[in-house]
């Protein structure tokens, strides 16, 4: 039996992996629904399990889907490929406190800390040496070697790709060590990962120039998603139930991404159905894709409006609109008024109601 094999058998394995990633993991390999049990095989989930938002993976599970998925695509840099695939909107609220540091460094420092609530089998550490910060990745159980090149393939492009979202341009200045020797495909790392890329190292490393992370992220305004985030884990929180219509699975799934930015062609394939097929099951349930964004939508722009002090513009940036024009006529269809009457009225009512009964 090998190392591996082991892992898989171990008794009481805890399961604490979002399925998201797994589900990311089949769009990927463009599987269609029937053929996600090949997916599966050796992990003793259903396809039912793979498709429920609720569900966790242990990281047995997780590991043989990405060994089956190795198998399936026929292509050895397809941990470089799933990298590019995980945007930092896939990794819930770990991914919208990073987004959001200061600075790299505060991001980095935000996966280190956080991690452990997406993939605990995975570790994060950072330490100065002189001039530079470098990120240690670990693998916290016993991996093949495809698999570990693979993951760690995966790994080096989402922390790249959150410090390009937060310094606004590729790392040039990067290096990364890699463990595995340099794979037949060595050749394309330069296409998914910029800065100087070392194989046959004694650790997983990416090395950051420390000047590189501590410039502001001047991409985002921190406190708006501060908010922005509060109001999105409580309104996943109030979504926690067992078993899940399609509305309330929409929901989850727009409220794990920045506002208004899941279209309903990502949603169907997240779901592993046709447009066609998603919008029947919501006709269903007396609901539609842009019913049900627009109440996610209605619910956070009064909430920003009512609750705090951001402008009319910052409220629209916040919801993703690409101009305040566009969220003003939203916002009138909605409520029948413009946002700076709402605003109004709402603090009028506020007023009256805390003030002294006649």
């Known amino acids: 039996m090998t190392t591996t094999q082991q892992a898989e058998g171990s008794q009481n394995p805890k399961a604490d992996i979002p399925s998201n990633y797994s589900r990311l993991i089949a769009r990927e390999l463009g599987l269609a629904a029937r053929q996600l049990p090949r997916l599966l095989r050796g992990t003793g989930l259903d396809v039912a399990q793979l498709l ?7 990281a047995a599970q997780q590991i043989r889907i990405l060994r089956n998925a190795l198998e399936l695509s026929g292509k050895p840099e397809f941990g470089l490929r799933l990298g590019t695939r995980l945007t930092p909107a896939t990794h819930g609220a770990m991914g919208f406190v990073a987004n959001s540091s200061p600075d790299l460094f505060a991001a980095l420092q935000a996966i280190h800390t956080f991690l452990p609530t997406r993939a605990s089998f995975i570790q994060v550490h950072l330490r100065q040496v002189e001039d530079s910060l470098e990120c240690l990745v670990n693998f916290q159980v016993p991996l093949d ?5 693979c993951l760690a393939d995966t790994m080096v492009k989402v922390l790249f790709d959150f410090g390009e979202f937060i310094v606004g341009r590729p790392l040039y200045e ?10 037949a495909y060595h050749a394309i790392y330069p296409d998914y990962l910029p800065g100087r890329i070392r194989f046959g190292c004694n650790q997983l490393v990416c090395k950051l120039p420390m000047a590189l992370c501590r410039k502001p992220n001047a991409s985002a305004n921190h406190e708006n ?5 509060q109001q999105c884990e409580s309104m996943l929180a109030r979504l926690q139930t067992r078993d899940l219509d399609f509305p309330t699975r929409l929901k989850k799934m727009m ?3 920045p506002p208004g930015t899941l279209t309903e062609d990502e949603a169907a394939a997240s779901l592993f159905m046709s447009k066609r097929t998603l919008a029947r099951k919501l006709k269903q349930e007396n609901s539609g894709f842009r019913q049900i964004r627009d109440e996610i939508l209605s619910r956070q722009a ?22 305040t024009a566009s969220f003003r006529r939203a916002f009138k269809r909605w409520f029948g008024q413009p946002p700076d009457q709402y605003r109004q009225s709402a603090s009028l009512r506020a007023m009256h ?3 002294p009964s006649s």
């Open 353 to 355: 109601r805390s003030g």
């Open 145 to 149: 070697e495809d698999v570990e090149r």
């Open 174 to 183: 990067s290096e990364v060590c890699f463990a595995h020797p340099a794979p």
């Open 302 to 323: 009064v909430s920003y409006l009512c609750d705090s002090h951001l402008s009319i513009e910052a409220t629209a940036s916040l919801l993703n609109y690409h101009d």
């Open 255 to 257: 409220l794990s991404r």
């Open 52 to 58: 429920g938002e609720e569900s966790l993976l242990t």
């Open 225 to 229: 998603y501060r908010l922005a985030l």
